[in-house]
């Protein structure tokens, strides 16, 4: 695996959902559906055009590949709704427009 070279590498967070966070994720509980393993919002999408000005060969499914990148916030919110157990339940966000991104095998 090829590594990107910086000064301090920041350490890395696993964001894989706790079996808690599976269920909550879930809109309607299934028999023996497990749900993903890592939240949908978490994905990142690369085209054709992307990988070529990122000098990417089409990795195979499976390859672990390490990213670094900038960008600018572009909306936060947060907001406060009934939870269907009862009580209030209170969420945030923020979107990020990635704008300077590497990429390595």
């Not at 393993?37 to 690369?46: F, G, M, Q, W």
């Not at 990148?69 to 572009?74: E, R, T, Y």
Request: proline share 7%; aromatic share 2%.
């Amino acid at each position: 695996m090829h590594t990107l070279k910086t000064a301090a590498r920041p350490k890395l967070i696993d964001m894989k959902l706790t079996p808690r966070e599976k269920r909550e994720e879930m809109p309607m509980p299934m028999k023996d559906y497990k749900g993903p393993d890592y939240p949908y919002e978490l994905r990142i999408t690369l085209d054709e055009d992307a990988m070529k000005k990122l000098g990417m060969k089409l990795p195979k499914v499976g390859d672990k590949i390490e990213i670094m990148g900038a960008g600018s916030v572009l909306s936060v919110s947060s907001n406060s709704h009934a939870s269907e157990r009862g009580g209030e339940r209170s969420s945030q966000r923020v979107e990020i427009q990635l704008k300077r991104i590497q990429v390595c095998k």
